[in-house]
C-alpha cells in the first residue's frame, strides 16, 4: 500500500513593484557605500600623499641645511668665479638640485628594496613618486620676485620676514639672490634699525638680537645676543610637480633661510675636545667663577665642577657629582624625555644642549688651526664670487691693520733679527710700509718719522728719560742708534760715516714700540709695548689707534722674504729655537678706543698687566660694572712672566681655544704656564670669566661661528 503527505499551503502572490522598490534600494544603498568607500579611498590617498610630501619636504629641508653653508664658505674661497664648473653648482638653483638626491627625495623606495622583495612586475600606487626633474617647479622665490629665493637685502620683504641687511655694493647685491653670499659689505642699516636693539650707525656689523627659538644652547631662545643675520626666502612645495596626477591641492610654505654670523662670546669656546673641573696636572679649578655658558665641539666636565649651561657639538661626559643648570645627570642628559622633564618641572631652557637635537638648524664654528696665526700659509686670492674672500674672513693674522714681520736676520748660522718690516694704515686708508733696522749698519733711506735735530758735529741732549730713537746721516746713507737718552754727538766718531764726504745731520723720533730682546734662557723675542703705539703713528703720519687697533706679528718666510721655509718658519708647537714674542707696557690700553688684538704664531710671553685700566664706555653701554678696552690676545702657546716666573696669575673676561676640531688629546682652557714652562699651581690661577653682552665689548679681532636655521614663515606667527 502506498501512502503519502501531501501539505497544504495557503494561496499567496508577489508584487513585483515591491521586488522592484526593494531592489532599487539595495542598489542604491550598495552604490552609495560604494561610492562612499570610493571617496573614503580618495581622501586616504591624499591624506597619504600630503603626508608622504610633508616627509619629503622635511628631508629636503634638512639636506638644505646641510649643503648651503658649504657652498657660502665656496662662494669666498678663490677661483670661485672662475668658470661655469665651479660656479654653477654654488647657486641656490643647485642647492636645491642636490639636496632632493640628498634627501632620496625622487623615489618612495629604494631599487634595492624593490628587488629585496621580489615582486615581478611591480608597479607604483603612489603617483606622487615621480624624478621631481623640474626644480622650478618645486622651489621658487617670494612674490613679486623671480627665480629660486629672495635676498633679505636691501629692501623689506614683507611683514613676517627678518629685517634685512644692506650693502652698497652692486656686485654683493646682485649675487645675493643667486648664491649665498657671505660678506663684510652687508651690514645693518636704516632698513634693518626696528630688527635690532642697538643703532645701526654705531653697530653696523653686529648688533644686539634675539637667539632663534631653537634648543641648541648658545643662548636662551629670545635671550639677546651679539650677531649679524643673513638670510633668504623661498617657498616649497614638492606637490606641485605632480598636481596634474595626483590633483591635490597643497598651499606652497614659505621658509626662511638665515646664517646668523656669531663673533664667539661665551666665557669659554672652543670647537675642539675640551676638559672642564681639572687642570692638567690633576688639581681641582678651585678660584673659579663662570658666568654664562660654555661652548665646547665635545666636552667632559670633571670632579664637581658647577657651571650655569654647556652646548657641544659632538657631545658631553659629566661626571656624577658636576651639575650644570644646577642639574646633575647619573645617565646622559641626551636620553630622551629627560629635557622636556626638566623643561615642564623648572619651566626653565635645558642647559645642556648639542646642535644636532634641533633639526633643521646646525651650528657652524669658523676654525682654522694654526693658520689663523700665520698671514705666510696662504696665498692671495682671485676670482672669488663674494666680495669677501675666505680667507680675509677667517684668518686673523689677515684681518689687522698692522703687520710687524722679521725680514732679514745676521746669518745663515746667526737667526738674529736685523730688521723688521712694519706696515699700517694711513688715513687715506692705504697701507704704508716702513723698514726698522736693528743694527748701526748703514742704509739707505730714512724711515717714517724722523725728524732732524741738529748737523753734523752738533749736539743734542734729550731730556726725558724715556729712551729715544736716533738716526745719522743723508740722504743715500743712514745709521741707526735705539734706546739713546742723555746727550749725544752727532759725528763720524760716534757712529761712523755712513756717506763719505757729504754733510750729514742728526735725527730722532718716539722710541719705536717694538725691538728684539732676549730672554734669561737665551732664546731670541720680539718685544712688544702696545702702549707706546699710539704717540708711534702719530709721529710716523699713520691713522689713529681706531684704526690701526691690530696687529700680526709673524716671520717672513716666503720667497720675497727671508726665502728659506724649512728654516725659519716658526713650528707650532712652539720650540725654543723659534722666536718669541715678549709683551710688556700693556697696562693701559685706553688709548685704543676701539680695542686692541694682537695674532702672532710666535710662543707668547706675557711680561706685565695686560689691560687692567678701565675708561668710559660707549654711549648706549647698558651692561653693569668696569668696562675695559675689548681687547684679544692670540697666540699658538702663552707663558706668563718675562724677567721672573710669576707667583700667581688673574684671568678676566673669555678664553677660547683655536685646537683642531679632530684632536684627541682634550683642551684644558684654564691651564696657565710660567717663564720656565711650569704649570702655575692651581690655588696661585684665580679666574672671572664673562659672556659678552654688548657689541661694544667685542675685540678688533675675534673667533666667528655660524648658526644656520631654517624656519617655516606661518601666518600665525605674524
Known amino acids: 500500500m502506498r501512502t503519502s503527505s501531501i501539505r497544504q499551503y495557503q494561496a499567496g502572490y508577489i508584487s513585483t513593484l515591491l521586488v522592484l522598490a526593494t531592489g532599487a534600494i539595495l542598489t542604491i544603498l550598495t552604490v552609495y557605500a560604494y ?44 677661483e670661485s668665479n672662475s668658470s661655469d664648473a665651479i660656479r654653477n653648482p654654488l647657486r641656490w638653483e643647485d642647492i636645491f638640485k642636490e639636496s632632493l638626491v640628498l634627501a632620496n627625495a625622487r623615489t618612495s623606495i629604494s631599487p634595492q628594496m624593490m ?23 618645486i622651489f621658487a622665490s617670494i612674490s613679486p620676485d623671480t627665480g629660486y629665493v629672495s635676498a633679505g637685502i636691501n629692501r623689506n620683504l614683507g611683514t613676517g620676514y627678518p629685517y634685512p641687511l644692506t650693502s652698497n655694493d652692486a656686485t654683493t647685491s646682485s649675487r645675493d639672490s643667486i648664491y649665498p653670499i657671505i660678506s663684510n659689505q652687508k651690514i645693518y642699516g636704516s632698513l634693518a634699525q626696528a630688527g635690532v636693539d642697538l643703532p645701526v650707525g654705531s653697530y653696523p656689523n653686529f648688533n644686539l638680537m634675539k637667539y632663534p627659538n631653537i634648543n641648541f644652547g648658545y643662548a636662551k631662545p629670545g635671550e639677546k645676543f651679539v650677531a649679524k ?12 610637480h605632480d598636481d596634474d596626477q595626483t590633483y591635490l591641492a597643497r598651499l606652497k610654505r614659505n621658509f626662511v633661510f638665515s646664517i646668523y654670523e656669531i663673533p664667539s662670546q661665551l666665557a669659554i669656546s672652543a670647537s675642539s675636545f675640551v676638559s672642564l673641573g681639572q687642570f692638567s696636572g690633576g688639581s681641582a679649578w678651585q678660584n673659579v667663577t663662570i658666568e654664562g655658558g660654555i661652548f665646547a665641539g665635545k666636552a667632559e666636565v670633571l670632579g664637581n665642577t658647577a657651571i650655569n649651561s654647556l652646548a657641544s657639538r659632538r657631545g658631553t661626559n659629566l661626571s656624577e657629582e658636576s651639575t650644570v643648570g644646577g642639574q646633575s645627570f647619573t645617565a646622559s642628559p641626551f636620553t630622551p624625555g629627560v629635557r622636556e622633564a626638566y623643561q615642564i618641572t623648572s619651566g626653565a631652557f635645558f642647559p645642556v644642549s648639542q646642535s644636532s637635537e634641533s633639526g633643521r638648524s646646525a651650528f657652524i664654528p669658523i676654525n682654522r688651526g694654526a693658520e689663523f696665526f700665520d698671514r705666510f700659509a696662504h696665498e692671495v686670492e682671485s676670482n672669488v664670487i663674494s666680495s669677501t674672500s675666505w680667507n680675509d674672513y677667517s684668518v686673523g693674522s689677515l684681518q689687522c691693520a698692522m703687520r710687524l714681520d722679521v725680514t732679514a736676520v745676521q746669518s745663515s748660522t746667526n737667526a738674529t733679527p736685523t730688521m723688521l718690516r712694519f706696515q699700517y694704515f694711513l688715513t687715506s686708508g692705504v697701507r704704508a710700509s716702513m723698514s726698522v733696522p736693528l743694527t748701526t749698519a748703514t742704509q739707505s733711506g730714512l724711515p717714517a718719522g724722523y725728524v732732524k735735530i741738529c748737523d753734523e758735529n752738533q749736539s743734542y741732549s734729550f731730556s726725558s728719560t724715556t729712551p729715544v730713537d736716533i738716526a745719522y746721516g743723508a740722504s743715500g746713507g743712514f745709521t741707526f742708534r735705539q734706546g739713546i737718552t742723555g746727550t749725544i754727538t752727532f759725528n763720524n766718531n760716534t757712529f761712523g760715516d755712513p756717506l763719505v764726504g757729504t754733510f750729514k745731520a742728526g735725527y730722532w723720533r718716539p722710541r719705536a714700540p717694538f725691538e728684539v730682546k732676549m730672554l734669561a734662557s737665551g732664546q731670541t723675542c720680539i718685544a712688544l709695548y702696545p702702549e707706546r703705539i699710539p704717540s708711534f703713528l702719530t709721529t710716523i703720519g699713520a691713522a689713529g689707534s681706531s684704526i690701526n687697533h691690530s696687529i700680526a706679528i709673524n716671520v717672513d718666510y716666503s720667497t720675497s722674504g727671508l726665502n728659506n721655509t724649512e728654516k725659519y718658519k716658526p713650528y707650532i708647537p712652539c720650540t725654543a729655537n723659534d722666536y718669541g714674542l715678549i709683551l710688556k707696557e700693556c697696562a693701559n690700553l685706553t688709548q685704543f678706543t676701539k680695542g686692541f688684538s694682537i695674532v702672532t704664531n710666535l710662543r707668547l710671553y706675557i711680561g706685565d698687566d695686560f689691560n687692567t685700566v678701565a675708561t668710559n664706555p660707549p654711549a648706549g653701554y647698558t651692561p653693569v660694572g668696569y668696562y675695559y678696552p675689548p681687547c684679544s690676545l692670540f697666540a699658538p702657546e ?41 704649570a702655575i699651581p692651581a690655588s696661585n690661577i684665580i679666574v672671572n670669566l664673562r659672556p659678552i653682552a654688548h657689541p661694544s665689548e667685542l675685540p678688533p679681532i675675534t673667533m666667528m661661528n655660524w648658526l644656520v636655521v631654517l624656519e617655516e614663515r606661518r601666518k600665525e606667527f605674524y
Open 35 to 78: 561610492k562612499t568607500a570610493i571617496m573614503a579611498q580618495a581622501v586616504q590617498t591624499q591624506v597619504q600623499l600630503r603626508v608622504d610630501y610633508s616627509e619629503k619636504e622635511e628631508a629636503i629641508l634638512r639636506s638644505i641645511v646641510a649643503i648651503a653653508p658649504n657652498r657660502a664658505i665656496r662662494a669666498m674661497q678663490s
Open 115 to 137: 628587488n629585496s622583495l621580489g615582486i615581478e612586475n611591480f608597479t607604483r600606487g603612489n603617483l606622487g613618486d615621480s624624478a621631481l626633474d623640474q626644480t622650478g617647479r
Open 229 to 240: 643675520r643673513n638670510w633668504w626666502a623661498f617657498s616649497v612645495d614638492v606637490a606641485d
Open 638 to 678: 702663552k707663558r706668563y712672566g718675562v724677567d721672573i716666573d710669576p707667583f700667581s696669575v688673574i684671568l678676566g673676561g673669555q678664553i677660547g681655544s683655536l685646537a683642531s676640531d679632530s684632536a684627541t688629546t682634550a683642551v684644558r682652557p684654564l691651564d696657565s704656564k710660567n717663564l720656565s714652562g711650569n
